[in-house]
């Protein structure tokens, strides 16, 4: 009985690592280019990891039938609507985006028992740090990444390494932001159940990361990392504080003066402010749209005028309005949330997960971001794994006697 134990312990673990590794490092573009092939595949590897993955903890038939069959009925029903409107290109895309985020609120995440995943998210992040430095350094690297990971647009990649911004395979800034943020989290989490010092580390060249990348995003995370770091190390912050400021160069300072400026905010045709009030910003034609047409969502219908190439645009809730109006932004946002109420085990993990995807969804789509289909599970389940270390661990800073469950 416990050699099967083991060998379903061991499993669990192999199958988180895959699940985390494909869902960082599965390619999305191919010489640079976008490519269908790859999107289809990408489809199809997450939907087998997440059947797996269901296979071995079940569903919840309430969330799939009231959330999950919803959603993707739903979105049919809209396209049937727009079918007699003057929208008349109809894509696919939607169809590899939509099924497998609601399919993934229905799975039973909670239920997946994994040990000793800290070496693990210690060689993720180490190649994470890696990564960053040979993007800023390497100009084969470089050439390799926007070759395999660029996405969006043609040449994103090389204008985000032409801005010194250690992206790696996230292609945008806004994405990378939340994601290199989420790393900081769980390595710092890590530190304070276990001591292990190389976590703190690890955490620590996340925010620098973090810092680097340079967007309102990446900033905002970055604040909110180094706040939590001066929060339990109070005695070392002015210390640190003081010593960071002196050991920053010029060029950074001036750098983070500027992202941190009014202008970023009002980017002509991109900033946040310019994006959602601006009469000429990037989501312009799309509030257009739902104040002409409030009651006829997109369905799978496409726009050149409304989406970009992935058939998104550059807001969550406005990409969900127009293809499915209110209903599927309460769909989306209501099915993450009982995902993630239902699925960690710490209530406040819940609430920060999903506080970070919907401040970020705010000037990028994640639910519906092909990566996230299989990172949102591997980081609930490796929260899971390692649970909120008491105050008194947190303070004594050595390692827990009791094994990591």
Known sequence: ????????????????????????????????????????LSFIVSMIFLIWLA????????????????????????TFLSLFSSLHEITLSPLTLFPPI????????????????????????????CMAIAMLTSESFQGFMASYYNNFSSDLIMEMVGANKPVLTFATHSLAGVFVY??????????????????LLLAVLHVVMCIAIMSITSLAFSLAA???????????????????YFLIPLSMKETIGDALSAAVWRREG???????????????????????????????????????EGAQTDSGPVSYFLRGSIVLVLLMYGGFFLF???NLLNKWDCYRLFLVVCLT?????????????????????????????????????????????
């Open 226 to 244: 180094i706040v939590e770091l001066a929060w339990n190390f109070k005695w070392l912050s002015a210390i640190s504080a003081a010593s960071a």
């Open 182 to 199: 989420v790393f900081f989290w769980l390595n710092f989490r890590t530190y304070q159940k276990t001591g292990k010092r190389l976590h």
């Open 270 to 308: 991109g900033g946040f402010l310019v994006r959602y009030f601006d009469a000429h910003g990037s989501l312009a034609n799309a509030f257009a749209y739902i104040h002409n047409h409030p009651f006829l969502p997109m369905g799978l219908m496409y726009s050149h005028d409304l989406f970009d």
């Open 55 to 78: 296979l071995r903890t079940g569903v919840r038939k309430q969330i799939c039938l009231w959330i999950s069959s919803a959603i993707v009925i739903w979105l049919c029903f809209c």
């Open 1 to 40: 009985m416990l050699a099967e134990t083991r060998h379903a312990l061991f499993f669990n673990r192999t199958l988180f690592a895959i699940v985390l590794l494909a869902g960082l490092y599965f390619p999305s573009s191919y010489n640079e280019g976008w490519s269908a092939t790859l999107t289809r």
């Open 361 to 405: 969804e705010l000037g990028a789509v994640v639910l519906v971001y092909p990566r996230s289909f299989l990172l949102i599970p591997a980081f609930i389940i490796y929260l899971n794994s390692v649970p909120v270390a008491s105050s008194a661990q947190v303070k004594s800073l050595q390692p827990i006697a009791t094994p990591v469950n």
């Open 340 to 342: 993630l109420r239902r």
């Open 102 to 129: 609601a399919f993934l609120f229905s799975i039973k995440v909670i239920d997946f028992r994994a040990e000793n995943l800290t070496r693990i998210l210690a060689m993720i992040s180490t190649a994470n740090v």
